[in-house]
Structures are given as C-alpha cells and as structure tokens.
C-alpha cells in the first residue's frame, strides 16, 4: 500500500491537520476526524487506539503538526488547532517509551517529497489545506530562519477590497467554508455542483494561492515547487492557482521552475514525519 522508510524498526507517521488525523505506519493507515476544539487527549487516544487496533510496537513516532515547533518540540503556535497550542508530545506520551519527534507538517512534506535534491537544488512544498503553509530548501539545505520558522506563507500580506487579509484567510479551506457558513464537505460538494456562490468562493482561494506561488517564485527562483493539500481537490482550485501563478511570475523565473502537486498526496507529511523520526535517530 504506502511504504515508509522504516527499515525494521517500527515506526508510526501522524499528520495531525485541521480536519484530520492520518496515523500511518507500512501497510496499516487510520483517519480521525479533528477541528478547532481538538486536543493533546484527542490525540492520545486515537493514537493508543490505531496502536492497539493494529498490534504495534513502535519504537518511534513523528509527529507531523501545522503550526510552529520548538527546538525541544513543544507547538508553540497553531492556529487551526489552538488547543495545541504549549503541547509537548514526548512530556505527555512518555508512557509509551518512544522516541517522539514533532515536526510542521510543511516541513514534513519537504522531507518527503524533496528526498532525493541535491546539493544545488532550491526548491520547495507549498501545502493548501484547512490552512496554507511551506517550506523551502535553498542550495540542497532547509530554509528556516532563525527560529527555525521560516515559510509561513498563510501570512502573506493580500490587499483585498479595502483592506488587507493573509492568504489564509483567502485561499484557506477553512476560510473558504466559513466564508459562504458550510462545511468543508459541504463546499466541495457545491463546487462539484458548480454551485455559483462556491465556485467563485474557491476560484477567488485558487486565483489568491496562485499569486502566493508567484511571489515564492520571483523571489526565490525555484527550479521545482510541489504542491499539496486537500484544498486542491476543490474543483476548480488547481487550475486557478496554476493560472494565476504564471500570469504574476516573472515569464524566465516561471520558465525555469517545475510546477507539480506532491508525487505522494495524502501521505506526503506522515511519511515526511515518519523520515524526521528517522533522522532524529541517526
């Protein structure tokens, strides 16, 4: 099914998102529903149950979360699940006697997807979920600035209507649902429909996330940016953006950049924990 690079230790992925929980680990995946209101317990006991459930012995567990990580691992911002916010995985889940690592989940998915670059590569992962996010590489080495927080890109700065907004608040799927007052499901399900309300809602998200690829692109000039997310199985959504990218880069800098969605969907950022588990090993 979805192999990790685990070779015979085992260990456990989690990529813990705003809708979502994915626990993978070789053959055996469990999603979990999350949300604002989500917490350390929730995770706890999702992650005991998939453990039971599944007859594990894990000697390591990444942790793959969307907002900003410590040096000793403790979340100490996220937005999309603020009860998040001062956890420390390896304080809480010390009984289970892992090795916990925890990671953003863009970083995660650069670990992954950009695996094999080398030492000339720039690049990165740009991730359009309930949030937006990325991680860069420059020269074959991470980008991460001096907190080892670079490439918030929900935060970029967008004049819209009058007054300013981030792009998360724009391309977000959270932001988009709560802008027309459905669900996530309930917007995807409009869009499908061609709903006029959602299809201009998640256009405006698409046609916004495309000028924030355009900005990394005139600024960085990347040779590849991978692109992942659930926001990008909104019809409509991925086109936007790949339009608006290419009409606000500069034509050589576009040129010279590959321009994909992650070779590995879904998976991308528990497997990318599950290689930052790894490495914290090594």
Request: charged residues 20%; proline residues 3%; aromatic residues 2%.
């Given at each position: 099914m979805?192999?990790?690079?685990?070779?015979?230790?085992?260990?456990?992925?989690?990529?813990?998102?705003?809708?979502?929980?994915?626990?993978?680990?070789?053959?055996h995946s469990r999603r979990f529903e999350t949300g604002p209101g989500y917490t350390p317990e929730d995770f706890a006991t999702q992650l005991y149950a998939f453990i039971e459930d599944v007859g594990l012995s894990p000697v390591r567990i990444g942790i793959a979360v969307p907002g900003l990580v410590a040096r000793d691992g403790e979340i100490v911002s996220c937005d999309v699940l603020p009860c998040l916010t001062g956890w420390r995985p390896e304080t809480s889940l010390k009984a289970l006697?892992?090795?916990?690592?925890?990671?953003?989940?863009?970083?995660a998915a650069l670990q992954e997807e950009m695996q094999d670059v080398g030492n000339d590569f720039t690049g990165g992962v740009i991730m359009a979920g309930t949030a937006i996010g990325a991680a860069f590489m420059t020269?074959?080495?991470?980008?991460?600035g001096?907190?080892?927080?670079?490439?918030?890109?929900?935060?970029?700065?967008?004049?819209?209507?009058?007054?300013?907004?981030?792009?998360?608040e724009i391309a977000g799927g959270g932001a988009m649902a709560n802008?027309?007052?459905?669900?996530?499901?309930?917007?995807?399900?409009?869009?499908?429909?061609?709903?006029?309300?959602?299809?201009?809602?998640?256009?405006?998200?698409?046609?916004?996330?495309?000028l924030g690829m355009a900005s990394i692109i005139n600024l960085l000039n990347p040779s590849r940016l991978a692109v992942g997310g659930g926001s990008l199985k909104l019809k409509g959504y991925w086109e936007?953006?790949?339009?608006?990218?290419?009409?606000?880069?500069?034509p050589s800098l576009w040129n010279a950049c590959i321009v994909k969605r992650v070779k590995s969907e879904d998976f991308v950022a528990a497997l990318g924990s599950i290689r930052a588990a790894q490495r914290d090993a090594a």
């Open positions: 979805h192999s990790a690079p685990e070779g015979n230790e085992i260990i456990i992925g989690a990529d813990l998102g705003g809708t979502k929980l994915l626990l993978l680990c070789g053959a006697g892992c090795q916990i690592t925890v990671i953003n989940d863009v970083e020269h074959g080495r991470e980008l991460r001096v907190n080892g927080w670079a490439g918030e890109l929900g935060y970029f700065p967008l004049h819209v209507d009058g007054s300013v907004k981030r792009l998360d802008l027309l007052g459905i669900s996530g499901e309930a917007l995807a399900r409009l869009a499908n429909d061609d709903d006029p309300i959602a299809t201009a809602t998640v256009r405006a998200g698409g046609e916004a996330l495309g936007a953006a790949l339009l608006a990218a290419e009409t606000h880069a500069i």
